[in-house]
């Protein structure tokens, strides 16, 4: 899948990482959530599948010790300028995501992703998954927003509850959310997009 979002960058169509007020607005609500009753720092977070940064910075204001990976080069470039730019400091890194253990130590709190983990291959998902249970610490939490299923060519496939459940061996899903997509047009919108959230056993 790497392959394909390192030409679509090359192409200038990521529609992913076009402003959708509804998901954005329910993020920082998941993030109100997890941050409830703590004062920052609130330790180490990391964007999965970062792109160009925003939700990696985004965590970073809050007050999170932030790592973005990602796998394609100019992506993080430009996420490395937003966040010199915003007088953050954020560890963007290289790497690949069915890969953790390579390039992040363990002790993590708290993971975010959105978009990377509903384009994967089976074999990917799982390797996803034990890797990311290898690089948090027990009772550290996923936020998920992935598609629903559906054929929409190279695009991501989307999951369901029962294909995040069965990827995330040793993980709970303790909540869904529906993204209220009211009002949205374009490609998340026609997805059905769902918020999942995980604990890391």
């Known amino acids: ?15 992913w990482e076009r402003k959708q007020p509804a998901s954005l607005r329910q993020l920082g609500d998941l993030l109100d959530r997890e941050q409830e009753g703590r004062t920052a720092p609130f330790g180490r977070a990391v964007d999965l599948g970062c792109g160009r940064g925003d939700t990696a910075i985004e965590l970073a204001r809050r007050g999170w010790e932030v ?9 993080l470039k430009t996420a490395r300028h937003k966040a010199i730019t915003a007088g953050l400091h954020v560890n963007f890194c290289h790497g690949d995501v069915t890969r953790l253990a390579e390039v992040l130590a363990p002790g993590y ?10 384009g994967l291959g089976d074999e990917q998902r799982r390797s996803y998954a034990e890797q990311l249970r290898t690089v948090t610490e027990p009772g ?10 559906g054929r929409r060519g190279p695009l ?11 990827a995330f061996v040793g993980w709970q899903l303790t909540d869904q959310q529906a993204v209220d997509v009211t009002g949205e047009r374009g490609l998340v919108a026609r997805a059905a997009p769902h918020w999942f959230r995980l604990t890391h056993d």
Do not use: K
């Open 140 to 149: 550290a939490a996923l936020l998920l927003f992935a598609f629903s299923p």
């Open 67 to 75: 790592t973005g990976i990602d796998a394609v080069i100019p992506a």
């Open 1 to 15: 899948m790497s392959i394909a979002y390192q030409l679509a960058y090359r192409l200038g169509f990521t529609p």
């Open 156 to 166: 991501p496939r989307g999951v369901d509850r029962a294909g995040v459940e069965q």
């Open 109 to 118: 709190r708290l993971a975010v992703d959105l978009g990377c983990f509903h």
